[in-house]
């Protein structure tokens, strides 16, 4: 039986090694991953008719939304990105995201929108949220950067209206996460 101190140790030596085959992707692997992603997104998006999808910018070699972003503009529909909430620690709100919306750089070196309360949609409006995620294995889990931000934000999601699905490369996945009590399993994970 694994004691919460492994537990953690075996998690976090699982996010430097697939962070790190994750970084040694090359450029055109990088790019044909993101094509595949958007297909599947685009696809699974006009079958549920989502009009408001929560994406995230890539980083740290994760799969490029970009690509997916723009083509959702072009359909006219509407593109939240995540933003921490200045008061709910380890909380995040949804901003709309358009191509002229103010960024700034967040404590993560991430970029974010500017916070306007005016642009922030709440959780139970949202049609997909499409998650970040360092590994996950074939039951849904998900592994993340360690921070808790997405799990906080899926804590119920099944109480909501969105449907939470996990974005990755196929060297992500691992046969079996060890899992924590507070970790929120996908309903599903698109594979680049």
């Not at 740290?60 to 620690?89: M, R, S």
Request: net charge neutral; proline share 6%; hydrophobic share 40%.
């Amino acid at each position: 039986m694994q004691t919460p101190s492994s537990t953690a140790q075996l998690r976090q030596q699982l996010r430097q090694h697939i962070r790190e085959t994750r970084q040694n992707l090359t450029a055109l692997q990088q790019q044909q991953a993101a094509q595949r992603i958007t297909q599947q997104a685009l696809s699974f998006i006009e079958q549920h008719q989502a009009r408001n999808i929560a994406l995230y910018l890539a980083v740290d070699g994760e799969i490029a939304t970009q690509p997916l972003i723009e083509q959702l503009w072009q359909q006219g529909k509407n593109v939240y990105l995540p933003v921490l909430h200045p008061f709910c620690k380890r909380h995040l709100l949804f901003l709309h995201y358009l191509p002229d919306t103010p960024m700034k750089q967040n404590k993560y070196g991430i970029f974010e929108p500017h916070l306007n309360v005016q642009n922030v949609l709440p959780l139970e409006q949202l049609d997909v949220i499409f998650t970040p995620l360092v590994a996950f294995d074939k039951q849904g889990n998900r592994l993340g950067m360690g921070g808790g931000f997405y799990d906080r934000t899926l804590q119920h999601w099944q109480q909501q209206r969105f449907i939470p699905i996990g974005l990755a490369h196929q060297c992500q996945q691992v046969d079996a996460l060890p899992v924590e009590s507070w970790d929120m399993p996908l309903e599903r994970i698109f594979m680049g």
